[in-house]
């Protein structure tokens, strides 16, 4: 007789739900769990913040395993992340992603303006960047921070939320415009920035658009980069 396991995970499933989701599950219970650990290693003195430098690493570490998740679980139950995910990226992926992240600054700009009548200019500073501008005495380790930010945050996260999350709901037949709603909310609240949850909602609509018109991770990502070169830009202003 042939192993019910082993059959479950061809049709896609694995503990009863599609591998992607599962994968999911598991790659932002990491990130959280590893977020925690830092922190508290943080608080008690163990790890210095007086300087950038490796810390930009450090810092990035669980964001690494939202990316790491996937993948591995393609590679194991999937058909790899090139045919799972599509990531390598065509030129209709290139002109939608920069459209989207275009999309995605303008959304942001305008949420902003609302957000700013209600909190204050004080409440709408990009946090991620001023912290990583404020730890720095080396511009070597601006240009890292600033490629952590354009290439490899974009990449971890929408493998997550438009790769994983996204293709184990659509497994389950879920609208792809719930999906693409419920994706974006997902987005905004892992960023752990309660007075920017609007506009990030609204950036996540956008780069998710990219993916609902191509089917495709690589255009998320290319808007998902695009929507964080600003900011990576931003933090050479006081260099």
Do not use: K
């Not at 380790?141 to 999350?165: I, Y």
């Amino acid at each position: 007789m042939e192993d019910e396991g082993a059959t479950s995970a061809r049709d896609g499933l694995v503990l009863g739900a599609h591998w992607a989701l599962v994968a999911f599950i598991v790659s932002l219970g990491a990130y959280y769990v590893l977020s925690l650990l830092l922190s508290g290693l943080a608080f008690h003195g163990r790890i210095g913040l007086s300087d950038l430098g490796p810390l930009v690493l450090l810092a990035f570490l669980p964001n690494l395993f939202l990316g790491l998740g996937p993948v591995l679980a393609s590679r194991r139950w999937g058909r790899g992340v090139r045919i799972d995910f599509g990531l390598r990226p065509t030129g209709r992926d290139v002109r939608v992603g920069l459209a989207c992240g275009g999309f995605s600054l303008l959304a942001a700009y305008v949420l902003n303006l609302v957000l700013l009548q209600v909190y204050g200019g004080d409440y709408l500073s990009d946090s991620t960047t001023e912290v990583l501008r404020s730890m720095t005495s080396s511009f070597g380790w601006l240009v890292f921070a600033a490629l952590v930010v354009v290439v490899a945050a974009p990449l971890t996260e929408e493998l997550l939320f438009r790769g994983a999350l996204w293709s184990g709901l659509a497994h389950h037949r879920v609208s792809p415009w719930v999906i693409l709603v419920l994706t974006a909310l997902i987005f905004a609240q892992v960023h752990g920035e309660p007075e920017r949850t609007l506009a990030l909602l609204g950036q996540g609509i956008a780069i998710g658009t990219a993916r609902l018109l191509t089917g495709r991770v690589s255009a998320s990502i290319i808007a998902h980069a695009t929507n964080n070169l600003p900011p990576a830009l931003l933090l050479f202003g006081g260099s």
